[in-house]
Each structure stands twice: as structure tokens, then as C-alpha cells.
């Protein structure tokens, strides 16, 4: 069992920077795969990136050059950095940790999920 929580949604302008935290409790922790995923009002949930115990890692196109996964293993922690936010970016961002490959509906665990808005 893995129990994940995060931090650090906020409301910022366009072109900010914001980071995410998602501090995990449990085992196995540094054996499994860590990720976000984003859920816009009226929208499906959405991946944004992926990275395996191995450092693979993987982002969506519309997030790549700005966003960036890091992992402490630790202090089983793992951060989503946000640079040159836009307003496509409001969402609800969650954190997710499993076998890979992580995906909406297959995720084993999730944190509760945390408000990130970009105004213009």
C-alpha cells in the first residue's frame, strides 16, 4: 500500500512558475513508477509525465520544454516543476505512483488531487 499527498496548487498569472509535491507513505516506493496527471472542469483526467525507478521519463507534448518530474527517493518525495504557465494549464493536477506504465484508468495509487490556475 502506498498513500500519496499532495502540495503546492495555487492561482498564478501566465508565464509563472509553480511546483507540485507529492510526498508518498508506504513500501516500495522507490520501485515504482511516479507521475501527474491533470483533470480540467468537464474533461477527461490526462497524463502529463511519467518517470520510472530507472529515470525514464516520459511527458505529454503539450507540457514538454516547460514542465519537469523529479524524484528523492530519500525521502520518497516527488515534485512536478511548472515553468511558462498558460491558461490551458488550470487543472487539477494529481500525483500517481505504480507498475508502469501509469495510465488514467490502470494508476494503482493516486494523491487527492491539488487546484493549479493560470490567469491571464
Known amino acids: 500500500q502506498l498513500q500519496l499527498l499532495e502540495s503546492g496548487g495555487g492561482l498564478v498569472q501566465v508565464g509563472d512558475s509553480l511546483r507540485l509535491s507529492c510526498a508518498a507513505s508506504?513500501?516500495?516506493?522507490?520501485?515504482?513508477?511516479v507521475g501527474w496527471f491533470r483533470q480540467a472542469p468537464g474533461e477527461e483526467r490526462k497524463f502529463v509525465v511519467q518517470?520510472?525507478?530507472?529515470?525514464?521519463?516520459r511527458y505529454a507534448d503539450s507540457v514538454k520544454g516547460r514542465f519537469a518530474i523529479s524524484r528523492d527517493n530519500a525521502n520518497s518525495t516527488f515534485y512536478l516543476q511548472m515553468n511558462s504557465l498558460k491558461p490551458e494549464d488550470t487543472a487539477v493536477y494529481y500525483c500517481?505512483?505504480?507498475?508502469?506504465?501509469?495510465?488514467?484508468?490502470?494508476?494503482?495509487?493516486w494523491g487527492q488531487g491539488t487546484q493549479v490556475t493560470v490567469s491571464s
Open positions: 500517481a505512483a505504480g507498475p508502469p506504465p501509469l495510465t488514467a484508468t490502470q494508476t494503482r495509487y
Open positions: 508506504g513500501r516500495h516506493f522507490r520501485t515504482y513508477a
Open positions: 518517470s520510472t525507478w530507472r529515470g525514464e521519463t
